[in-house]
């Protein structure tokens, strides 16, 4: 059954085309130059035959055959060219228009999706493209004019003969229209296999340490084996349909050039039709094979292309982050820093969900350090999720120096934020690659300061290329607490206006975390600093402390005033200090 899709998808396959439609045309052009050049050879040869029983000369037939022949080669040569370096040009326009669109997706559509899978689009799917975009429709025009043409030049010679072959074409177009459907069903089946296992592999690879660790390489392996196995059998389904189709074309083609000579020899037998007409006929028959092959294979290709191009279309359909304001441009110039506010702020992460935040009203001053605090999915990490605008609430305000967030350019919102999340995720690259990710002009004194704040000068002096070495996928070849102190390096580099921490120091010794909460310190004199913590060493520095629980802002304070007034947070209180002197 057709649906809406299988239009929208035509489209954007003929979309995918469209740019470079005039190399196409041009390099089709050509294609069926060198079509029309094989198609006159058997009447070249038709003349060569009359003239074998006659006193004329047969040397400028011979070279009429040869010029077509290697016209018609050249021609097409060219025009093949042409047309992959057209099918290069639409795989790199459609990996540029994916690419954008997959990094500008909102957070909450990746995290529901497979990175494998989005690999394999990425990767696989568009490369599919590079023939069905221009070969399939090339084909599919070429194809169709050198048949017809050649159809009609049999039809002068012979119209019995003709009315075999139609029939026995008949019959491969019954089949062909038979088998498509079904090419196209296998390729998808197989195209979302291979993804399913790239996203398997892929998971594997990203928890490399707990595979290892908890002895699941055999259920693993298994596992992408069953994917790959999957895939092949999606695969040769296409190939079993394709051979079908393509085998009854050979077989059609064969069974009517043995019906025509044997039908043809009686009539020339018979004085119906020359010898000359015959030879030329059975040539039309055997030079036909090739565009009725090109039909057939432009229509299977086709089908593999649709198939690729749902699965394109399936991330347009993913929602993505607005780039530009909801509103007017916020005026930066003249902007008052009034802190940030979030009033009755609720959201779940889906319909189906707990709702996170309940009700959430507090208000965060413009400089200082406050604190969120509370049980784990208190809400805490969500909070600053909002605040980057990786969701929005489902109801409630947070407006910052004023402004609802909805309002504010989201990149201009991102300039002034420095964030550092809990596991800390580095990039493949440097050092340095990691530090000014963020902000690529920064000079070298600012990335040296930094460095020196976090006290990754240490760390630096005993790399081997200092800032320059390579931290690894993901910087695995640093420690947690490193990553902690370059991840918290990169958001001062920025240097936000906002600076949202979220356990920062959960791995970091001692010293390392006095050191760096000095710094935070020294850094919310100057700004609004935003800190998610367990640690009472770094809840007692705030200038003001929340505590969170079940979604709801349970109280506000200093580390005295909470003491004194709120048990959950004197419970906190009272669990590290005990867990502090067990350490000790």
Known sequence: ????????????????????????????ALVLLGGLAAAAQPLAAKALVDRLGSSDG?????????????AGAAISVVGDYLLERAGESVVLVARKRLARRLISLRVPAVQRAEPGDLLSRFTGDTTLLREVCTHAFVALVTGT??????????????????????????????????????IEKASHAAQSAVGETGARLER???????VKAAGAETREIAAIERGAEDAWRAGV????????????????????????????????????????????????????????????????RLQIGLAAIRRLSEIETLPAERTGPAGAEPDT?????????????????????????????????????????????????????????FHEPDSGRILLDGRDLADWDLASLRADIGYVEQDAPLLSGTLRDNLVYGRPDATEEEIRDAVARTRLDT????????????????????????????????????????LLLDEITSQLDAANEMAIRDVVTTVAKTMTVIVVAHRLSTV???DRIVVLDNGIVRATGTHDELLANDLLYADFAATQLLTGERDD
């Open 540 to 542: 007692t520095q705030a």
């Open 204 to 210: 594997v690879l990203g928890a490399f340490r707990t």
């Open 1 to 28: 059954m057709r649906t809406p899709i299988d239009r929208s998808a035509w489209r954007m396959l003929v979309g995918y085309v469209k740019p470079q439609r005039r190399t196409v045309l041009f390099g089709g």
């Open 237 to 300: 389904r296409s190939a079993r349909w394709e051979s079908l189709v393509h085998g009854a074309n050979t077989l059609a083609v064969q069974a009517s050039f043995l019906a025509v000579l044997g039908i043809g020899g009686a009539r020339v037998a018979t004085g119906a039709m020359s010898l000359s007409s015959l030879v030329a006929f059975l040539l039309f028959l055997f030079y036909l094979h090739e565009p009725i092959g090109q039909l057939l294979h432009a229509g299977s």
């Open 145 to 182: 004019v050198t048949t017809i043409v050649m159809v009609v030049m049999m039809g002068f010679m012979d119209l019995a003969l003709l009315g075999i072959t139609l029939a026995v074409l008949l019959i491969v177009g019954l089949l062909a229209a038979a088998g498509m459907p079904m």
């Open 58 to 70: 047969i040397t400028g037939l011979l070279a009429l055959l040869v010029g077509l022949a290697l």
């Open 459 to 498: 760390l630096v002096d005993r790399l081997p290329d200092g800032l320059d070495t390579a931290v690894g996928h993901r910087g695995n070849f640093l420690s947690g607490g490193e990553r902690q102190r370059v991840a918290l390096a990169r958001a001062l580099i920025r240097r936000p206006r906002l």
């Open 333 to 389: 110039a003249g902007r008052r820093e009034e802190g940030l506010t979030f009033s009755d702020v609720r959201f779940r992460y889906g319909p189906d969900r707990p709702e996170v935040l309940c009700g959430v009203s507090v208000d965060i001053p413009a400089v200082g350090m406050t604190a969120f605090v509370g049980p784990s999915g208190a809400g805490k990490s969500t909070l600053f999720g909002l605040v980057e605008r």
